[in-house]
């Protein structure tokens, strides 16, 4: 029975880490933006001017605004079919020097979307929806082209420095906090490429005050003042990036102490009976690592001892994904009996977490003592709770 039970223990722990690290990070993105040609064009753009209210944040839609001076230098009067990458945008609106202009939705062709990566306008190949308008401009006259959209955000939810490290993560207290996923937004200025000439670019961004940006171009955080928001703007010659990167985060603290209560059992190898566990100890959490003092009994035969115990979270942070329900740890603890004598022990452990703060670990167990003693190796099987 002992075999049988060391046996189908082993194989769970193996299928359950195979299990663990076929959980897939999240990695969902909000991708828009960018005026583009499907040919070449002798219209320039002068100054573009790019206003992302993301104050209300997610998962409200965000308010945004695209503004491009366009100017006609050839001396005929130009027509051009225009198309603004849509993924994750709604209800645009287009206006030419105050007039709204027609706006239609239409798949990405194969065709144009293999040119304009050739051209270097474009980097990513999932690009399916763009919104499709045409403008008049008369010779030597510049024009105002402005774009009204909401956005939905996408998620990062890799971003590990703002989640939970491995050990906060698994404590029940901090699991329950609330939380926000880094807000995704990726905006397109390389389509932009596709015109005959690109002036300046106006950025600014629009937060709520708690939370913090993070960007792939530098931009220059307003004066504080009064209110919820902040504000970040720059003006950059030409096109900075061919997208821009943004992550909106909230930050949060996670508490670095917590308890963990387990119950389990304990297979001797010398063929006394199977004996009941139970343990309660106090944790500290510092970085990957883990510190843990408490006591362990078996209560039905009055057994009791200190425990002393270090866990190493290997992987580290995990941020909040799907891996933030998982983890594999390990580590080793020394164990005082109190009764029925005085004896010193160690123990090394190995455990695994999955899609829940319940754990299960599997130990060996040795005690330095005289031959008289009842004390002697044995295998342990654990499952903590962690508060």
């Known amino acids: 029975m002992r075999k049988l039970v060391i046996v189908l223990t082993i194989i769970c722990l193996l299928f359950a880490a195979l299990a663990a690290n076929a959980v897939p990070l999240l990695r969902s993105e909000s991708f828009f933006g960018g005026v583009f040609s499907s040919e070449e064009t002798p219209l320039v753009i002068e100054r573009q001017e790019l206003i992302l209210d993301l104050a209300v944040g997610p998962p409200a839609p965000a308010s945004c605004m695209a503004r491009y001076r366009i100017k006609n230098p050839t001396e005929d009067a130009l027509r ?19 007039g709204e202009v027609e706006v239609a939705e239409s798949e990405m062709e194969v065709q144009l979307l293999r040119s304009l990566q050739d051209q270097g306008a474009l980097g990513r190949a999932d690009i399916r929806q763009v919104d499709v308008f045409t403008i008049e401009i008369e010779s030597g006259v510049t024009s105002d082209l402005v774009l009204r959209f909401e956005l939905t955000a996408g998620w990062d939810t890799r971003a590990a420095e703002f989640g939970p490290t491995a050990p906060q993560a698994a404590h029940l207290l901090n699991r329950l906090k609330e939380f926000y996923p880094p807000g995704w937004y990726v905006f397109n200025l390389g389509a932009a490429r596709t015109f005959g000439a690109f002036g300046e670019l106006d950025f600014t961004v629009i937060l709520p005050r708690e939370t913090v940006l993070l960007s792939n171009v530098e931009l220059n955080a307003g004066d504080a003042g009064a209110g919820d928001v902040q504000r970040y703007r720059e003006v950059f010659s030409g096109i900075p990036v061919n997208e821009l990167d943004l992550k909106m985060v909230h930050p949060q603290k ?83 009996s109190f009764r029925p004598e005085q ?38 099987l654990m499952w903590p709770f962690s508060i």
């Open 80 to 98: 051009q079919q225009l198309y603004f990458l849509s993924s994750r945008s709604e209800n645009l609106v287009v206006t030419m020097d105050g």
């Open 254 to 336: 996670f508490n670095s102490i917590g308890a963990t209560v387990g119950a389990g059992m304990e297979i001797p190898f010398d063929g006394r009976p199977v004996n009941f566990l139970a343990k309660a100890i106090f944790d500290v959490m510092i970085s990957n690592h883990m510190l843990s003092l408490g006591i362990e009994s078996n209560p039905f035969l009055g057994s009791l001892k200190g425990l002393l115990q270090y866990t190493l979270y290997p992987f580290g942070r995990t941020g909040w994904s799907p891996a933030l329900n998982n983890d594999l740890h390990g580590g080793a603890a020394l164990l005082y």
């Open 343 to 380: 004896a010193l022990g160690a123990r090394i452990f190995a455990g695994i977490r999955i899609m829940s703060i319940f754990t299960f670990e599997i130990g060996y167990d040795h005690y330095f003592t005289d031959s008289d003693s009842d004390l002697r190796n044995g295998l342990v």
